[in-house]
């Protein structure tokens, strides 16, 4: 993720005037300038994270205590039902059950902190400044992803959803149709046991996360045989994937490529020291099915009182005049629920 500020006249001089030795107009700069990145930083971050996707934002007031309901969020009128959440950053995600009613959530703080010479800013180096901005978006971009996918990933394999690819055609041989088709038929079949039988549940699988491996292999649809393996898709079809130089869409299920998906990647080895089970991340691949028309991974994050923005950015106070630097403090307040394990399901696909 790069950001690049523009050279315009006003940005210019207030840059310059972030590193004068005039300690009130500098410290008047770096407040003007530290109002003007945050929601750059909150906008980047909500364009640049894959969770976001996968999440519905419940914004709060900063000093309240956030709290969901549940029996409008589970579609259920009585019982109790398994949430999945963290009460710390970067914790392990746990279970907790919880009755139909309003459920307070822990929230937690991710943040950063950057700083460069005063001098930059004299001499108006609006690339040293975008960098700085740059390296405090990317600080809490990873942050937020991996505190986000840990729960979706938990939820996942404490769940009975996840398939093994036993029984499709060519197994063994990475990513065929037969995956994708079994995996929506545990879908459907995942909610309608939910739903006591009924036939008339429209929920159904919506999007796929899978790794640069099985976007490679549905890139090779568009120029296999057809002969080979189970993926005799039609010439039309095979010609959208080719010109796109792949395809974002089958069986209109969207497919989002994540590159910490992989055979020995981030998120397949969290999901392996989660889930066990015969399944080995060196060796096995991970496909992840959502169906995103339900709202069951929530979002809580505390919105400012005075600017409505989520993320807070302010100088950073603890340079002295003789360090001759300038610095910035960036911060966002948030938390991560599953609250219906039945929206996610997967299939382990062997090397």
Same mark, same amino acid.
């Given at each position: ?8 006249? %006003? ?7 972030? !590193? @004068? ?32 996707? #996968?999440?519905?934002?419940? =914004? /709060? ?16 009128? $009585? ?11 970067? !914790? ?5 059950? %919880? ?6 959530? @822990? ?5 950063? &902190?950057?700083?460069?010479? +005063? ?9 040293? &400044?975008? +960098? ?6 990317? $600080? ?12 979706? *990933?938990?939820?996942?394999?404490? @769940?009975?959803?996840? %398939?093994?690819?036993?029984? #499709? ?7 065929? *149709?037969?995956? *994708?088709?079994? *995996? ?30 099985? +976007? ?10 057809? @002969? ?20 974002? $869409? ?16 981030? /998120? ?7 889930? !066990?089970?015969? /399944? ?17 991974? #929530? ?15 302010? =100088? ?8 001759? +630097?300038?610095?910035? /403090?960036?911060?966002?307040? %948030? ?17």
């Amino acid at each position: 993720m790069k950001l690049k500020l523009k050279n315009t006249p %006003e940005q210019v001089e207030l840059i310059k005037a972030m !590193g @004068s030795r005039e300690a009130s107009v500098a410290k008047e700069a770096q407040e003007a300038f530290a109002a003007f990145i945050g929601p750059v930083v909150s906008k980047v971050l909500t364009q640049a994270s894959t969770a976001s996707v #996968v999440y519905t934002d419940l =914004p /709060y007031d900063e000093d309240d205590s956030p709290s969901i309901p549940l029996d409008l969020f589970a579609g259920e009128g $009585e019982g109790f039902v398994s949430t999945w959440s963290q009460t710390v950053a970067g !914790g392990l995600p746990t279970s907790t059950v %919880e009755g139909l009613s309003e459920m307070k959530v @822990s929230t937690y703080r991710l943040d950063s &902190a950057v700083s460069f010479l +005063k001098r930059y800013a004299r001499r108006a180096r609006l690339d040293v &400044a975008s +960098k700085a901005v740059e390296r405090m978006a990317n $600080e809490v971009l990873v942050k937020q992803e991996r505190n986000a996918w840990a729960v979706v *990933l938990k939820a996942l394999a404490a @769940s009975n959803n996840v %398939e093994k690819e036993e029984g #499709v055609v060519n197994a063994g041989r990475g990513f065929q *149709l037969g995956h *994708l088709n079994k *995996l929506i038929t545990k879908v459907k079949r995942i909610n309608t046991s939910y739903a006591g039988g009924s036939t008339t549940d429209s929920y159904g699988l919506t999007d796929l996360f899978v790794s640069p491996e099985v +976007k490679e292999a549905i890139r090779g649809f568009a120029y296999q045989p057809m @002969s080979s393996g189970n993926t005799n898709l039609p010439d039309s079809v095979r010609e959208g994937i080719y010109s796109g130089a792949g395809t974002q $869409e089958i069986y209109g299920i969207t497919i989002h490529e994540l590159v910490e998906l992989g055979f020995g990647r981030k /998120y397949n080895v969290l999901f392996d020291n989660f889930y !066990g089970n015969s /399944y080995d991340a060196a060796t096995d691949d991970l496909v992840i099915g959502l169906d995103l028309t339900k709202d069951a991974f #929530v979002r809580p994050v505390a919105r400012q009182s005075e600017s409505g923005g989520t993320f807070t950015a302010i =100088p950073d106070d603890q340079f002295v005049a003789r360090s001759e +630097k300038i610095g910035f /403090y960036g911060s966002l307040e %948030e938390g991560r629920v599953c609250i219906d394990s039945r929206a996610i399901a997967g299939i382990t696909i062997e090397a």
